[in-house]
């Protein structure tokens, strides 16, 4: 069974930044497309960001030019970078594969990382 791990998360002012990282065990990342999604209380997980196997990007409208999404595939690691947090960021962050709809692939999720942008 794949193993998802994401880190990086934490408490951070509005306008702040931070990168989370997220790792798969095996190659599993290296031949799909990777997406960050997000979870904030009382609201459905979405996805925010989505990088191809070949390095194309796709953002959510709501983090479009403040977020970066990149991968590693020699170390099996996809990273997303946040900058210019908001309060309205604050969420609970898993990676997971996705298809090109937008849909996890994998049917278990990693714990998550916490991120709180405070005003």
């Known amino acids: 069974q794949v193993q998802l791990v994401e880190s990086g998360g934490g408490l951070v002012q509005a306008g702040g930044s931070l990168e989370l990282s997220c790792v798969a065990s095996g190659n599993i990342f290296r031949f799909n497309a990777v997406g960050w999604y997000r979870q904030a209380p009382g609201k459905q997980r979405e996805l925010v960001a989505r990088?191809?196997?070949?390095?194309?990007?796709n953002y959510a409208d709501s983090v479009k030019g403040r977020f970066t999404i990149s991968r590693d595939n020699a170390k099996n690691r996809v990273y997303l970078q946040m900058n210019s947090l908001k309060p309205e960021d604050t969420a609970v962050y898993y990676c997971?594969?996705?298809?090109?709809?937008?849909?996890?692939?994998?049917?278990?999720w990693g714990q998550g990382t916490q991120v709180t942008v405070s005003s």
């Open positions: 997971n594969t996705v298809n090109s709809g937008g849909s996890p692939l994998l049917p278990s």
């Open positions: 990088i191809t196997s070949g390095g194309n990007t």
